[in-house]
Structures are given as structure tokens and as C-alpha cells.
């Protein structure tokens, strides 16, 4: 699962060490889905989340920094991941969604009630390392996190099957599901080493672009995706009722052509579901919602500008490069 | 909510403060299930976990607590009361119960997607006011406890329909899933008040074993309840496939009349639910689960004796009485 990063090694190394932490917080005799639950959380994940704060604690000034500090920072970044795969497993639940990561969703194997409190057992699991190594201010904001993510998800899953999502509602809604997170990623690992305020505070700016950027080209691939490069299918999105910016800017550009084939309520047959994804493409929309990742990645990419250079700086552009301008 | 407490005015009035909290805490402007959800929480249950952490607190040795003290243990109370309603949400979805505390469960009225949606933005709300108010040391503890509780339901939940519990499997189960909160909440609340070890360890104890004769009794009131009292009706847990205390000793009593009653993976009639409950009660199972839950009870009476005489003992004392010995 480090592989992913085996440009920068600094950061692959650090990487491994989260990994390893990972492998142990999910050791538990007593839970009878740790073994299974803990594999999805290694299945393959790139561990973005953890990265960025491994990341956002690279941008202190000081030389050396004790092994102990390291190792804390390693276990908040776990946590991160743990919370962010508690959070996936619920979501495939309300998605109903087969597969993760290439394997099937835990709900599919073990039922949807034994995925429920896999998902709490993690969150648990997360809250259990917030607690033992975080400091008291990176467990408040991520407490307040989780609930941002669950009003993103409710509001995103009530939207479901009525096609009305505005531009602004969709911001929104991946804001709270996801630029949040990796926001507080960067800002976190800051905070854990004591980075300066504005440095910090450039970061948690720069991980809410790197977010909004990333999960508006996530939404476009489901429009463009050979199957393969997402391990997801093409129109899943679609499939599920969501209306995602693709859809939303065909429908502001072809209101007419394309309202008629959204019947509220219902779900869209697999020829409608061609054909829309066809309208979407033919509209310029695709196009359109790429400029707007690319004016978040922009913006990113200027506020990095005035980060001081340092080994973090390159790890945080080799991730953006990889991660996001390589999809465009 | 607070009538249950009125014979012991102090802790009604403490008890008033956590309720006040609770209204502030489920305020979500951002949330759109917060009314909903929220009043879950104010729907008549007898708070009995922040009840315990109030109580708790009281065995301090001080005059005079500060203001902002009583406060802060007011709001982890506070968190313990919406953790237990987070795990009853999804609970509920797991049991597929229709009603809690006598109003619709969340999930018959919103769908699974939004009652787990709902236990999980409960969980951050709790967690906020953990990360908010609680020392480093209620906060582990607290965290810890989410994951035997997530163990303890999903044991419970791989063993439905079997049949073939035993009753250590029981105790084991009935110890994580409730009478871990209570010891907690009777910990937690000695603890943030830095009440001396001893008696902490004292009311950890008590807490434990309060909670055990509570859970057995419930379980018991299952076989016996009018359908009033509990506002659930009787023979519940054989509905939902559970094999609690008085029907694993009523095994051990009649097996060769009772078995053949039990297929594994089936869920039982109407008719044969009925007849079960009838063998059970011939069997002197329910005598025999009520001698238990007195042992329990008696066993943290006497614990009681050791610890200091003072306000926070009778109100102790009293809840023993009105939740557990009236039961008997």
C-alpha cells in the first residue's frame, strides 16, 4: 500500500511506520470481524489521509525532531485513516454499494448489521488513539469532523433520486465529505508539531482545495471511467440517484434535453443511464467541471507558493501532481 | 425525564443542568435529522448512565465544588447519555425493533440509511463533548468502551437464531453491552472529580454489578413483562432470536422438552414463542435468573457499605432501590 509514494522516500518510510501502527490498533481477541474488517483497511488503499498529515508535520522548522513526537504524530495519522475507513463502510451500506477497493463491501459478506458495528467498532478504534495520542486540539476538530462528514452524507443521501442539486448544494456536500477531511489532515499533522500559525493555516487552505479538486475529477471519472482505473464502474453515481457536477452543469446547459430522462423517485435503467452519460459528455460539461477542479488545484498550487521549501513542500506537490494534474 | 429522580433533590437538579445540556448539544443548524434525532434523547428515557456519573462525582470529599467543575462533569455526563443513544439507534436497525421508548425507531420512520447516519453523527456529538470537557484519562476510557460494546452486540448479533448460548457466552455479553456503561459512568464521574481510588475502584465495582442485575432483570421482565411496564412487549428477544439468561437455564433444566421447540436459523411463530415462554416459566428458569440478578445486587449493597455515608450514597442507595430491588 506504500507504493504509492515511493518517489518520496521520506515519506514512504514514514508511511510504513503508519502502516505497521495500523496493523496493530486493529488487533482485538475480542471483536469477532477484526481480522476482516482490518483488511479492508489494508487492502489498498494509497493512504492519502494519513499522508497529508504526515505531510503538514514535515513543514516544522526544527532540525530533529524526537523519535517519541514522531511516533505520536504516526498513531494521529492512523487514527485518521481508521475514522476515514469507518466512515467508508457506513457509506457502502447507505449506497448499497458491492465492492471496495476491489474486494466486496463488508456489508455484502457479513450483512448489513455486522457492517454497522464494524464501522463503530473502528470509529471506536479511532476515537481509542485520538485519545491516547493526539493532543487535546486535534481531538476537538476531529470530533466536530465526523459530524460534518454524517450532515454531508444525510444531505447527500435525502438529495438521492430527485435530480435538483444545485452547483452550490454539491460544493457543499463534498465539501463536508471530503475536502474537510483532508483539510483537517494537513492541519492536524501541523498543529501535532507545532508549525507555525501561518503556515498552518495556508495548509488547511491548501488541503480543502486539494479535496474539492480531487473529489470533483472522482466524480467526473465516474463519468468517464473505463471500469478499471477507479476499480469502480462508469455511472455509479447515476445508478445510485446521485447527482453529481457532471450532471449538474449538463443541466443547466440542456435542461431540456436531459430533465426528461430523470424520473424523480425512480431508479435509471442501464440504457438510460448510457444515454445520459452520453448527453452529460456531449454538452461540454465534463469539460467545464474539469476547469473548476483545475481552478481549486490552481489555487493550491499558488498558496504554495508561500510555504517555506522544505522536503514537505516537495511531498505535498509531488502528491498533487500525482493525485489530481495527472487525472486531467 | 427528571421525574424518576424527584426523592432525591440534589440529583434532580443536577440532573436538570445535564438535561439543558443535552438540548444545546443536539443543535445542529447543519444537521437535518437533528430535531428528530434529538428528540430520541428527550423521549423519556430515565438517563440513568449520566444519572450514575452525577452520583459518582458526589463522593468527593470537598465543601464546596467549583462551579465550572460541576459544570464540565455535567457535560460528560451529558456525552455518556448520547453515546448510549448512538449504539440504541443502531441497535435498533440490528434488532429490526419498531419502537424505542414508545416512539417509532428511527429507522422505520427514516430509513436504515438515516438511522445509521444518525447514530454516527450522535457518536461525534458525544465525542465533541468528550474532547471538549472530559480529562485525558475519562477520555481513553470512554473511547475504550465504544469497542467492548461494538464486541459485545456483535457477538450477540453471530449468535442469533443458534440457540445455543451458554451462560458464560451470556454474561460475557450482558457485561460489555451494559454493565461496562454503568461501571464506567459511576467511574467516570468519581474520576473527573477526583474522588480518592479506592472508593473510585469502590464504585466501578458497584457499577458493574448494578448493571448486570439490571440487564438480567430486564431480560427476565421479557418472559413476564404486561407489555406496559417496558413499553416493549413480552418474548421480544425469541422474536429476534436471542437466547437470554431464563431460557439457557430453562435448557439446562429441559432440554428434551424445550429444543425441539428451538430450529436453528428460524424465526419462531406467534404460537411457538408463546409455548416456549409457558416451558420456561414451568422450568424455574426465571427463579433461578432472578437469584442471580439479587446476587449481583447484594454484592454491590454490601460494596456500598464501605463507602463514605454521605448524600451521594443515598442517592445511590434510592436508585438501587427504584430500579432494581422494585423489580424483584
Known amino acids: 500500500m506504500t507504493e504509492f509514494w515511493h518517489d518520496t522516500p521520506r515519506l514512504e518510510t514514514r508511511m510504513r511506520e503508519v502502516e505497521s501502527i495500523l496493523i ?39 532540525k530533529r525532531r524526537p523519535a517519541r513526537e514522531d ?15 469507518a466512515t467508508l463502510i457506513h457509506d457502502d ?25 464494524a464501522g463503530d467498532w473502528l470509529f471506536s478504534r479511532s476515537f481509542r488513539l485520538v485519545a491516547d495520542y493526539a ?11 465526523v459530524g460534518s462528514v454524517c450532515s454531508a452524507e444525510i444531505r447527500q443521501d435525502l438529495g438521492k433520486f430527485s435530480y435538483r442539486s444545485s452547483k452550490r448544494d454539491y460544493l457543499r456536500t463534498i465539501a463536508g465529505k471530503t475536502a474537510a477531511l483532508f483539510s483537517l489532515s494537513l492541519h492536524v499533522g501541523a498543529s501535532e508539531a507545532k508549525v507555525d500559525p501561518f503556515t498552518t493555516q495556508q495548509l488547511r487552505r491548501i488541503g480543502y482545495d486539494i479535496g474539492m479538486a480531487f473529489q470533483i475529477i472522482d466524480d467526473i471519472l465516474d463519468y468517464e471511467s473505463d471500469g478499471q482505473t477507479l476499480k469502480k464502474p462508469v455511472g455509479n453515481d447515476l445508478k445510485e440517484g446521485l447527482c453529481t457536477l457532471p450532471l449538474i ?23 438510460e443511464i448510457s444515454s445520459i452519460i452520453a448527453q452529460v459528455s456531449a454538452s461540454g460539461a465534463v469539460e467545464e467541471a474539469r476547469t473548476l477542479a483545475r481552478r ?30 495527472r487525472k486531467y
Request: charged share 25%.
Open 71 to 85: 511516533q505520536r504524530i504516526a498513531h494521529v495519522a492512523a487514527a485518521i485513516e481508521i475514522l476515514h475507513t
Open 93 to 117: 451500506i447507505l449506497d448499497e454499494a458491492d465492492f471496495r477497493r476491489g474486494i466486496p463491501a463488508l456489508h455484502t459478506k457479513h450483512g448489513v448489521a455486522n457492517a454497522i458495528l
Open 296 to 325: 481549486y488545484t490552481d489555487r493550491a498550487l499558488s498558496a504554495m507558493a508561500s510555504l517555506p521549501a522544505c522536503e514537505a513542500r516537495r511531498e505535498l506537490d509531488a502528491l498533487i501532481r500525482k493525485l489530481i494534474l
Open 135 to 145: 493532543d487535546t486540539k486535534s481531538a476537538r476538530i476531529l470530533s466536530r469532523l
Open 24 to 62: 496493530d490498533a486493529i488487533q482485538d481477541p475480542g471483536y469477532p470481524l477484526a481480522q476482516e474488517t482490518g483488511e479492508l483497511i489494508l487492502s489498498g488503499g494509497k493512504m492519502l489521509r494519513p499522508a497529508l498529515v504526515m505531510i503538514g508535520s514535515g513543514f516544522d522548522k526544527r
Open 249 to 271: 452543469l449538463a443541466l443547466q446547459k440542456n435542461e431540456a434535453g436531459i430533465r426528461p430522462m430523470l424520473a424523480p423517485g425512480r431508479p435509471l435503467s442501464d440504457p
